[in-house]
Structures are given as C-alpha cells and as structure tokens.
T-cell receptor, first 115, second 119 residues
Framework: NAGVMQNPRHLVRRRGQEARLRCSPV?????VYWYRQLPEEGLKFMVY????????ESGMPKERFSAEFPKEGPSILRIQQVVRGDSAAYFC?????????????FGPGTRLTVL | AQTVTQSQPEMSVQEAETVTLSCTYD???????LFWYKQPPSRQMILVIR??????QNATENRFSVNFQKAAKSFSLKISDSQLGDTAMYFC????????????????FGTGTRLKVLA
C-alpha cells in the first residue's frame, strides 16, 4: 500500500543547471498536484495535472518551470536554469478520481538546494 | 480569491495540557472543505482533521477537535492532552468542494503555526 513517492529526496544543483523532480502518485490516483514550500512559509500551489493534461498551472512561474504527467510513468516537475530563489521543498500530492473526501495525499517532498 | 490566515506564528504548551490553534479564511463560496495538516521535522504532511462546510457538527479525531464557525469564517484546532510527538508545524488549508471554472481542486494553505510541546 505505497503512498505518494517522490525522488530524489534531496537535490543539489548549481545555478544554471536543470532540476528534475519525480512524483509517483498513490496507485489508482489520476490527479497530481505540485506545491512549493519556501523556508519558513506555507505550501503554495503550483500546478494540477491529470494524465496527459495540465488542468491548472496558475501557480507556476511563467518561465523555466514545466510539469507533465504522462500516460505511463511518474509526474515530472522540471526547472530549467535554476537560480538560488528556487531553493525550496517541492511537494507532490495525489487524489483519486472521485475526490469525495477532498483529501490529497502528500509525498515526503524533494528539497532542492541551489548553490 | 480565497485566503487563509494563521495569526499565531509560534505557540508552546506543556505536556498533557490543551492548546488551541487559530485559523480564519475568506471565501465567497458556500461549499468547501477545511483541513488541518501537521508537518513534523521530517517534513511529511500528515492530515490531522477534515471538516466539510455543509456539516454543522464539529469534526473530532481522538485528541484533536475543531471549532468551526462558518459565519465567522473561523476554523480553530484544539489539541487535548498534548504529547511531545505533537511538536510540529500545523497548517490550515482550504479547498473548494466544487471546482473553479478551471476545474481545479487546489489547496490554499495558511502560513502555519509552529507548536512546541514542553516536557
């Protein structure tokens, strides 16, 4: 009964490199959400995806950030040309199709450090 | 736009005592969910308790209960018989029950309250 899995747990990148964060939702969940948590702050919504579709990317920075949730495989959050301000914890959450309970199940997060 | 406010950045409580964390929110919607999540030092987000806005009865989960005041848009969390393991960040979150026009069910989080339980 695996929960949401994220990898890597910790990622260190130098300025200008690319960061690729992976999220495998709970088995059977087809809705994935990405949130960003800056130090000493709450989680901020970034993007909501269903299989092969981006439903809402209103919280995603317009440049350098992209997300996908392919038909097969994990959801990927990609940050190109990282800057120090991208240092944060990135959380993925998933929910089932019916969403009756409203609950989103969170992964352990990926902590990105940009040097 | 919905907002969630947690006005207590830090709180402390003696072990076995009771503590209340406050949360207020702003929305024009009538149907929504409210949540309290706990984030211990491991950073894992753990659901503590959930409240559906259409239910008048306050939710309870063992030592955790809420005081949901819909008219006042207030959603406080009471922790009874506090334990050392309750030490964590606590986040209040809001979610529309019906999706916005974009079809999203995103959570809106408050900035959190850091709770320390003292031995």
């Amino acid at each position: 009964n695996a929960g949401v899995m994220q990898n890597p747990r910790h990622l260190v990148r130098r300025r200008g490199q690319e960061a690729r964060l992976r999220c495998s939702p709970v088995k059977g969940h087809s809705h994935v959400y990405w949130y960003r948590q800056l130090p000493e702050e709450g989680l901020k919504f970034m993007v909501y995806l269903q299989k092969e579709n981006i439903i809402d990317e209103s919280g995603m920075p317009k440049e350098r950030f992209s997300a996908e949730f392919p038909k097969e495989g994990p959801s990927i959050l990609r940050i190109q040309q990282v800057v120090r301000g991208d240092s944060a914890a990135y959380f993925c959450a998933s929910s089932p199709v019916d969403r009756v309970s409203g609950e989103q199940f969170f992964g352990p997060g990926t902590r990105l450090t940009v040097l | 736009a919905q907002t969630v406010t947690q006005s207590q950045p830090e709180m402390s409580v003696q072990e076995a005592e009771t503590v209340t964390l406050s949360c207020t929110y702003d929305t024009s919607e009538n149907n929504y969910y409210l949540f309290w999540y706990k984030q211990p030092p491991s950073r894992q987000m753990i659901l503590v308790i959930r409240q559906e806005a259409y239910k008048q009865q306050n939710a309870t989960e063992n030592r955790f209960s809420v005081n949901f005041q819909k008219a006042a848009k207030s959603f406080s969390l009471k922790i009874s018989d506090s334990q050392l393991g309750d030490t964590a960040m606590y986040f209040c979150a809001f979610m529309n029950l019906l999706p916005t026009t974009s079809g999203t069910y995103k959570y809106i989080f408050g900035t959190g309250t850091r709770l320390k339980v003292l031995a």
